[in-house]
């Protein structure tokens, strides 16, 4: 017999066909997220899940007894409880490396976009502004070349940044991580540096660090009153690891000249947010990693550590925290 398994959105046919092979599978194929309490009757008698978003927290694990894995579809994995999935033996796994690349794009169209105002021109020339106005000085931005990148959080996408940043736009990299990545080091140039003196030396702040109990709320007003007048703060991450409310204080308060962000506290992000309203701020809807290939990709991987993870082999992407599950 096959093992069970429930997917909790949709996915590609083709990594559906995959999954299909090894598990006995049910499928969420509608476009709205499945209300939780569907959910619960779905997972009450699988060993895996493969999964996009929603806590896997103790209440959760209640409701699935035979879990053995829950396999998301996102290199972030903060809506695991991990204390409370080692409790209950249940494998977390994640997308790492498939997505690095793609993100790592969003983060310079954001620093671009930032920089040179693109989305508020583009605005100002669709809406038949060109040519009314004399001074063209109006639509300056600031270069993005041979400035200063400050990475906070240097895991396999950071490096990506770093990489473009020096070899794409010759820019200086400073970055700050619990460890020191002499790759970077060596091939980019990537400075270490501390958080303070990174957020006072940088031109450009990019924040890529995953959200736990250590990095909630990590930048908040501290933070931003260390950095230039004239920077600009990037957000790719999670929104929580910044502290929105001193974002928006910062920006108003001119302590910093932009920001490009991806992410909310909020998702989707309200519509009386003071962010919407500013047009230094170029906000996106959480697509860092949102291509076809990679987002192909990243359900093929998760395919695999759920498949993986219900056969009793050792799924490649376990999380850090859980690692100690398969070490036994
Ligand atoms: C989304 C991401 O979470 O991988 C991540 O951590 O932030 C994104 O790719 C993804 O939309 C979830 O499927």
Known sequence: MKPKVFISAPIPKEVEDYIGQYCDYRI?????????????????????????????????????????????????????????????????????????????????????????????????????????????????????HHTTLGIIGMGRIGEKIARRAALGFEMNVLYNSHSRKPEAEEKYGAQYSDVDALLGASDFVVVMLPLNQETHHYIGEEQFNLMKPDSIFINCARGQVVDEKALVQALQQKKIRGAGLDVFEVEPVEQDNPLLKMDNVVTLPHIGSATHDTRFDMAMRAAENLVAGVTGKVPPDVVRELKGLIER
């Open 28 to 144: 969420w194929n509608k476009k709205e997220a499945i209300p939780s309490e569907i959910l619960a009757k779905e997972v009450a008698d699988v060993e895996g899940l493969m999964t996009k978003k929603g806590a896997i927290d103790k209440a959760f694990l209640e409701k699935a007894p035979q879990l053995k894995v829950v396999s998301t579809i996102s290199v972030g994995y903060d809506s695991f409880d991990t204390d409370a999935m080692k409790e209950k033996n249940v494998l977390g796994t994640h997308t790492p490396f498939v997505l690095d690349e793609t993100v790592a794009d969003l983060v310079f169209g954001l620093i671009l976009s930032a920089a040179r105002r693109l989305p508020e021109l583009d605005r100002w020339v669709k809406e038949g502004q060109w040519g009314k106005e004399k001074s063209s000085e109006r639509n300056f931005g600031v270069d993005v």
